[in-house]
């Protein structure tokens, strides 16, 4: 599996964006989806996830309510609608793939190769 993220930038706080992580190979759409980002000097950390058939979703605390992701297996795409940004958001996003959805980095046996988020006060 192979994937392209897409859609980060330069935003102001309160704006927002949308992250796009398209998929290729044959079983792209039975993977759990990842987002991650990872800020500088910091470490990576979970942002959400999702479930292959897209039933089930997390979010890590400071993002719930403003963050939503989704996918669209016809398209082989997961998307990341980041609302109400905030400085504390900046940072390069992870898109990633795997057996299992879940909060572990670890886990995932794909990564896309990134897309920076600055967000502007």
């Known amino acids: 599996v192979q994937l392209q993220a897409s859609g980060g930038g330069l935003v102001q706080a309160g704006g927002s964006l949308r992250l796009s992580c398209a998929a290729s190979?044959?079983?792209?759409?039975?993977?759990?989806m990842g987002w991650f980002r990872q800020a500088p000097g910091k470490e990576r950390e979970f942002v959400s996830y999702?479930?292959?058939?897209?039933?089930?979703?997390l979010y890590v605390d400071s993002v719930k309510g403003r963050f939503t992701i989704s996918r669209d297996n016809v398209k082989n795409t997961v998307y990341l609608q980041m609302n109400s940004l905030e400085p504390e958001d900046t940072a390069v996003y992870y898109c990633?793939?795997?057996?299992?959805?879940?909060?572990?980095?670890?886990?995932?046996?794909?990564w896309g190769q990134g897309t920076q988020v600055t967000v502007s006060s």
């Open positions: 190979g044959r079983t792209s759409s039975s993977y759990g």
């Open positions: 999702i479930t292959w058939n897209g039933r089930h979703t």
């Open positions: 990633a793939a795997g057996r299992t959805a879940t909060k572990t980095s670890g886990l995932y046996d794909y």
